[in-house]
């Protein structure tokens, strides 16, 4: 699988990754044996991006994600990004307890150094908390110094945030979800200015919680939730294009996120090694050259964003 250069961290990434949610019982009932076997999946068909958190699963994500490195001989080129925030219910963003939950994730996933850290969806309530002197961001940077962890990222689906972000550059990487796919791109510009500081970008959600690999149905989701009428209905003009074109939805989805020379990486759930095995194999699917300016022919007709 390709890789691409995640900013200027120095670690390079498979251009798909696996997203963490799926393996901690997101939406079926696994055992450890069976997320193992997913991530293997992943591992086997040249995927070393994942991603995780303590909030996924209460932890059980990084646990079997660790569980799962430690048995494949891929494991050790495997870049892991976890997360700080969310997960107690409680969590502070003091010092003390991102150094506690950084020693309990690097635990869970039996590393001796965290590749990449990042702030679990900042936002404006939490920043002053993030950024005080005795805070999360302070903390990650002194683990930094000590070989702890790596590199230093934020998640964050509030644009404003991200964009204050960027401008700071004590993140080198950022995490964008639920504003750069089919059905809504207006987090570009952040992408743009990324690009122009040598951030690292990874994209989240690029199906759109399920629609844009589902397609419509009665039990199609949108970020999580069943998908509304105007969703489902802002989604069949992409489908028809797709059969137009003989492109599958999943695949659209996908590529049209890497198109973007920011992104180094787009992560996609799985809770089967047949979802793995389905999103790489759209990843690699031919699409015509001319399918990319009809796409933006179809969307420019609807909605820019939701």
């Known amino acids: 699988m390709d890789t691409r250069p995640l900013g200027r961290t120095g670690l390079r990434v498979s251009v798909l990754g ?3 949610g799926g393996i901690a019982n ?21 995927i070393r991006y994942i991603d995780t958190a303590p909030l996924y699963g209460a932890g059980m994500s990084e646990r079997r994600i660790g569980l799962a490195l430690q048995r494949h001989p891929a494991g050790g080129d ?9 997960f107690p219910q409680d969590y502070d963003y003091s010092f003390e307890a991102t150094i506690r939950s950084v020693e309990a994730s690097r635990e869970r996933l039996g590393l001796a150094q965290i590749p990449l850290i990042q702030i679990h969806e900042l936002r404006p309530e939490i920043w002053e908390a993030v950024m005080a002197p005795r805070g999360a961001l302070a903390a990650l940077q002194h683990l930094r110094a000590r070989g702890v962890v790596g590199h ?27 504003h750069f796919h089919l059905l809504d791109d207006s987090a570009r510009p952040v992408l743009d200015e990324a690009a122009q500081r040598g951030i ?39 489908e028809a294009l797709c059969r137009s074109a003989g492109v599958s939805l999943r695949a659209a989805a996908l590529q049209f ?19 793995v095995r389905e999103n790489v194999a759209a ?24």
Not at 26 to 46: F, K
Not at 78 to 86: D, P, R, S
Not at 257 to 273: F, S
């Open 18 to 20: 696996l997203g963490g």
């Open 26 to 46: 997101l939406y079926l009932p696994l055992s450890d044996e069976e997320a193992v076997a997913v991530i293997h999946a992943a591992l086997d068909h040249g």
């Open 152 to 178: 230093i990222g934020a998640t964050s689906s509030d644009i404003a945030t991200l964009h204050r972000a960027l401008t700071l550059e004590v993140f080198e990487t950022v995490f964008v979800w639920k």
């Open 283 to 306: 990843l690699t699917e031919p699409i015509p050259p001319d399918f990319w300016s009809r796409l933006e022919t179809v969307r420019a007709q609807g909605p820019a964003g939701q």
């Open 78 to 86: 495997c870049v892991v990004g976890t997360k700080i925030g969310f």
């Open 257 to 275: 996120c890497l198109r973007h020379p920011a992104v180094a990486c787009v992560v996609a759930g799985a809770d089967t090694p047949e979802q």
């Open 200 to 238: 690292g970008v990874i994209i989240g959600t690029p199906f759109a919680g399920g629609i844009l690999a589902s397609g419509t149905s009665p039990d199609a989701h949108y970020f999580y939730r069943p998908a509304p009428a105007e969703i489902q209905a802002r989604v069949r003009p992409l």
